[in-house]
């Protein structure tokens, strides 16, 4: 599903060596969290992922798709098959929540039959249908994430990357979406989640991928975060 091998990212404005020989394999249906402190180069590694910034060396397959030699044109395809959950929601303000969903089926071209029977569907799982003829900024913070993770799995992706998904949330409502995120891998996806938040790493024993100064530096089944916040 997604495969590194010794990839560096290099930022050529600053010269900033953002990761360095980051190897790794996570396979359909992993459950992954991905840990470091700020600035250890996590961004950097989820932007490669969905090809908003392309590694200096090294090889990324993603899905189906080899990112040394993807094509702008097939950006987009890559992209259908990975769901992004984004710790400031970037919703829509002005479209309702069904709309805001809708518009990820909208823009890969999705029938408007095929809209009507899914957008719901996506809604009751991230349980929302009540909300349907809201708009973001009649919701609450826990409610927007619950939006975006719809939103994110609306096209049923085969790869969810969720960056910091319970970054601004109150404890309850943040073990909330994280319960959803894992009902959504139980669902088949495979997760990737960047986060700092070490109760969860710790007390759910899924792997842990450990990036410092650019370096994978754990690589452990049933891991625990490993850091003080």
Not at 1 to 20: H, P, Q
Not at 98 to 114: D, L, T
Not at 120 to 140: E, F, I, R, T, W
């Amino acid at each position: 599903m997604i495969d590194f091998k010794n990839v560096s990212k290099i930022y050529e404005d600053n010269g900033v060596r953002a990761l360095n020989d980051v190897t790794f394999h996570i396979d359909k249906g992993e459950f992954v969290f991905l840990v470091g402190q700020s600035g250890a180069g996590k961004s950097t590694l989820t932007k490669l992922i969905i090809h908003e910034e392309v590694q200096t060396s090294g090889e990324i397959h993603v899905d189906k798709f080899d990112m040394k030699t993807l094509k702008n044109k097939d950006v987009p395809y890559l992209r259908r098959s990975i769901g992004m959950v984004f710790q400031d929601y970037r919703l829509l303000p002005k479209k309702t929540v069904y709309e805001n969903v809708a518009f990820a089926m909208q823009i890969v071209g999705a029938s408007k039959r095929e809209i009507r029977r899914q957008v719901p569907n996506m809604l009751s799982l991230v349980g929302l249908s009540h909300k349907a003829k809201s708009y973001p900024g009649q919701l609450s913070g826990g409610e927007q994430q619950r939006v975006s993770l719809a939103r994110a799995m609306v096209n049923n992706p085969p790869i969810i990357v969720a960056d910091e998904p319970t970054g601004n949330l109150d404890p309850e409502t943040a073990a909330e979406i994280m319960q959803l995120l894992v009902d959504i891998n139980h669902r088949g996806a495979t997760m990737l989640v960047a986060t700092h938040a070490k109760e969860f790493v710790d007390s759910m024993k899924k792997r842990v991928l450990a990036i410092e100064d650019g370096r994978l530096v754990r690589d452990e089944e049933e891991g625990a975060y490993g850091y003080e916040n």
